[in-house]
């Protein structure tokens, strides 16, 4: 009942809660046909409650997020091309600063837990890859739509 309330909840406070509860229901579908140490079963019905949950909330986020459904995530900027952000991690010797570092190493580490094959860090580490790459060009790709153009979001224009 609480996992019903609060996906509901998240998909009825914000349309990108759509997103990330996406991306959680299939990471916990995921981790019930790798993980281990929990049937296959219960971290599909785990799943499936959040879908449930999502689903009650439609008459809230459906009418509210039909621009979202309709058209994508909106961001300020274009989002950065898969080829670009393998070419800049791999390219640099070192890192511009020390957050590139950190987000790499974070990156190993929910690439490390979806191999551990336990549920809980299978869950987290799938969720976090599928939020990243979702952020990045590759939906776009595999969908074969092009990205959203750049918004300008200052107050003053340009000139």
């Known amino acids: 009942m609480t996992i019903w309330i609060t996906s509901a909840l998240a998909a009825a406070a914000h349309p990108s809660a759509l997103i990330a509860l996406g991306a959680w229901a299939a990471a916990l579908a995921l981790a019930g046909l790798l993980a281990v140490d929990v049937p296959a079963r219960r971290a599909a019905c785990a799943a499936g409650h959040v879908v449930l949950g999502v689903a009650l909330a439609a008459g809230v986020w459906l009418p509210l997020g039909e621009r979202l459904l309709a058209h994508g995530q909106h961001f300020s900027n274009a989002p950065r ?79």
């Open 81 to 159: 091309t898969s080829v670009a952000l393998l070419g800049e991690l791999v390219g640099r010797g070192f890192p511009w600063s020390s957050l590139p570092l950190v987000i790499m190493v974070g990156t190993l580490g929910l690439l490390a837990a979806v191999g551990t094959r336990r549920a809980r860090a299978t869950t987290l580490g799938v969720t976090g890859v599928a939020l990243l790459l979702l952020a990045s060009d590759v939906p776009y790709l595999v969908l074969s739509t092009p990205p959203p153009a750049p918004r300008w979001r200052g107050s003053a224009r340009p000139g």
